[in-house]
C-alpha cells in the first residue's frame, strides 16, 4: 500500500471508532465486525488488489437502530417475481404491503398493462380482522377466481405471503394445487413472509427455489422455438429503466440467441424453457445463483457471472461470454467491442475531463455496491466507500477486486453510520436508495438513486453508459450547489 493509501487507511480507521463510539458497549461490538477499511491483498493472492471479506454480513440488525434493509417478501415480489408480466402476483395479506410494493423497482417491460401484462398492477386479498382469526384460505380461493375471469389471457399467478400467513397457518400449497387444476394454469405459491431471515436475500432464496419447485420441475410444460446452439439466459436483470434490453443488444450482436430473461420483461414461458439453454448469465449474483446452481446440478447447464456497468467491464465480460461458444462468436465479440469504441470514446471525452478525480460513496443492495465500481473507474472516479444491505460473505470476497486498498467498508450501516462517514468524508457524491437521498443532499451533497436510476436509465451497456456518464454530471456539477451554503458553514451573526 502506497502511503496516500495508507494515510487514507487510517483516518478511515479513526473515522470508524470515532463512529463506534457513540454505541452502548454490546452494540458498539457487534457493529465493529461490519465496518472495516479495505487492506492490501496477501503476496500469495495477487489477482485480487484489495480485501474486505472479513466484513461480517447476512446477520440480523440490532433491534433500535435504522436499518436501510428490506424484507424477505420484497426480496421476492419486488425483486424476483414481480418483474414477470404475463403473471398476476397476489399479495395474500394486509393491503399495506401490496401498496407499498406497486408499480415495483421500474421494471420496464412490452405488453398491454391489465390485458396480457400485470407487473405494475396491486392485487391483494385484503386481510381484515376476521381474515386473521379464521384464516384466508377461502379469501384466496374466491380472489384467484376472480383473477381468472378478469384476466383471462395471465399465464399464470404467484401467491406472495406476507407475515400474517406464516402466523396463522393459511396453506397456500393446498389451495394453489387446487386451483390450478380448476382453471388449468400454473399458480405458484411463495413462503416469503416478511419476518423470515435477516433481510430480503431470504427472499431471494426463496423465490428461486419456487421457481425450481412450480415452474422448472413441471415436465413437458416448455414452449418456444427449437433448441439451438447459441441459446443463452439472461438471469438476474430485472430490466431497470430498461436495462435488460440494452444488455440484450449486445449479447444478439454477438450472434447468441437470448432465450430467457429473468426476470425483468420476462414471461413465464421463458422460464419454463430456461433448462434447453446452453448457458447461464448472471448479472445480480445475490439474487439469482441459487436457481444457476440448481439447473447446473440438474440440467448440466454452466452458469457464469457478468458486468455490463462501464466499457472495461463491459468488453471483459463480452469476451469471457464469447470463449464459452465458437470461434464465430469470438470475431463478432471483438467486432461488437469495436463498434462501440467511438461511442466510449466520445462519452469519455466529454464527460471525464468534468468527473476526474470526484469522489463516491455507495450503499445499495446486493451487487451495485461491487459492480458500478468499474463505471465509475471508467470515468477517472475514485470509490471512497461502498457497502451492501443484504450481502454474504461471497459477495464481500467478490467485491475485493474491484476495489482500492483504503476504501471504507460498511455493510447493513445504519442511518446514524452513514450519516456520520457522508459527513465527515464529504463526498462530491452519493449512490444510494431513495430513504437515503434527501438527507444527503439537505448536507449539500449530490445524489443519485442507485436503486432504480433516479428515473433515468438504462445504465448497462455502452448505450447506458453514455446516459450513466451524463446523469453523474448533471448530479455532480449541477449550479444549484453554488446557490446556497450549508448552515454550519455560515459566521455567527
Known amino acids: ?59 440480523k440488525s440490532l433491534p433500535g437502530v435504522m436499518t436501510i434493509r428490506g424484507c424477505a417478501y420484497a426480496g421476492s415480489k419486488g425483486v424476483v417475481w414481480g418483474p414477470v408480466k404475463d403473471m398476476v402476483h397476489i399479495s395474500h395479506g394486509p393491503v399495506g404491503c401490496g401498496q407499498y410494493s406497486w408499480s415495483q423497482r421500474r421494471n420496464y417491460y412490452t405488453g398491454t398493462t391489465g390485458v396480457d401484462s400485470f407487473v405494475t398492477m396491486q ?27 378478469l384476466f383471462p389471457l395471465a399465464k ?15 396453506d397456500i400449497e393446498a389451495v394453489s394445487r387446487k386451483k390450478a387444476k380448476e382453471i388449468g394454469k400454473t399458480i405458484v405459491p411463495v413462503r416469503c413472509e416478511g419476518f423470515r431471515g435477516v433481510s430480503q436475500s431470504l427472499g431471494h432464496h426463496i423465490a428461486n427455489d419456487s421457481i425450481r419447485d412450480w415452474v422448472l420441475e413441471k415436465e413437458g410444460t416448455a414452449t418456444g422455438p427449437q433448441p439451438g446452439p447459441y ?35 420476462a414471461t413465464l414461458a421463458e422460464m419454463e424453457r430456461a433448462p434447453k439453454a446452453k448457458l447461464n448469465l448472471i448479472h445480480c449474483y445475490r439474487s439469482m445463483n441459487y436457481i444457476c446452481r440448481y439447473m447446473e446440478e440438474k440440467y448440466g447447464i454452466p452458469w457464469m457471472e457478468y458486468n455490463f456497468f462501464g466499457p472495461s467491464q463491459i468488453a471483459a ?31 469519455l471525452a466529454k464527460y471525464r475531463p468534468r468527473l476526474e478525480g470526484k469522489s463516491v460513496m455507495l450503499y445499495v443492495g446486493g451487487l451495485r455496491p461491487r459492480h458500478v465500481v468499474t463505471a465509475y473507474d471508467d470515468l477517472g472516479m475514485v470509490i471512497a ?25 460498511y455493510d447493513d450501516v445504519t442511518g446514524y453510520e452513514l450519516e456520520k462517514f457522508v459527513e465527515k468524508i464529504r463526498p462530491d457524491l452519493v449512490g444510494s436508495g431513495i430513504k437515503e437521498k434527501y438527507p444527503v443532499q439537505k448536507m449539500g451533497i449530490p445524489f443519485r438513486q442507485m436503486h432504480s436510476w433516479d428515473y433515468s436509465g438504462p445504465y448497462h451497456g455502452y448505450d447506458g453508459f453514455a446516459i450513466f456518464a451524463r446523469d453523474m454530471d448533471l448530479a455532480i456539477n449541477n449550479p444549484v450547489w453554488d446557490l446556497f451554503s450549508a448552515p454550519w458553514g455560515e459566521k455567527a451573526a
Not at 10 to 31: F, G, H, N, T, W
Not at 234 to 250: E, F, Q
Open 1 to 59: 500500500m502506497d502511503s496516500m493509501n495508507a494515510d487514507t487507511a487510517e483516518m478511515r480507521e479513526q473515522l470508524i471508532e470515532e463512529v463506534l463510539a457513540a454505541y452502548p458497549d454490546k452494540s458498539r461490538k457487534k457493529r465493529q465486525k461490519h465496518l472495516a477499511v479495505a487492506q492490501p491483498a496477501p503476496a500469495d493472492d495477487p489477482a485480487i488488489a484489495s480485501k474486505c471479506d472479513g466484513v461480517k454480513s447476512n446477520i
Open 123 to 149: 392485487i391483494t386479498t385484503d386481510f381484515q380482522e376476521k381474515d386473521i382469526v379464521f384464516g384466508g384460505d377461502k379469501k384466496l380461493d374466491k380472489v384467484i377466481d376472480e383473477i381468472a375471469e
Open 156 to 170: 399464470g399467478i404467484s401467491v406472495q405471503s406476507e407475515c400474517p400467513i406464516g402466523l396463522i397457518g393459511d
Open 231 to 265: 441459446d443463452i439466459n439472461i438471469v438476474g436483470d430485472y430490466n431497470i429503466g430498461g436495462d435488460a434490453w440494452a444488455s440484450r443488444r449486445l449479447l444478439e450482436e454477438m450472434g447468441l440467441r437470448v432465450v430467457g430473461n429473468w426476470s425483468g420483461d
Open 317 to 347: 465480460s463480452l469476451r469471457a461470454v464469447a470463449q464459452k461458444f465458437d470461434e464465430t462468436i469470438q470475431e463478432n465479440a471483438e467486432k461488437v467491442i469495436a463498434k462501440y469504441q467511438p461511442l466510449v470514446d466520445a462519452v
Open 385 to 409: 466507500g461502498t457497502g451492501y444491505e443484504f450481502a454474504h460473505a461471497d459477495d464481500y470476497k467478490r467485491t475485493g477486486e474491484f476495489i482500492k486498498e483504503g476504501t471504507l467498508i
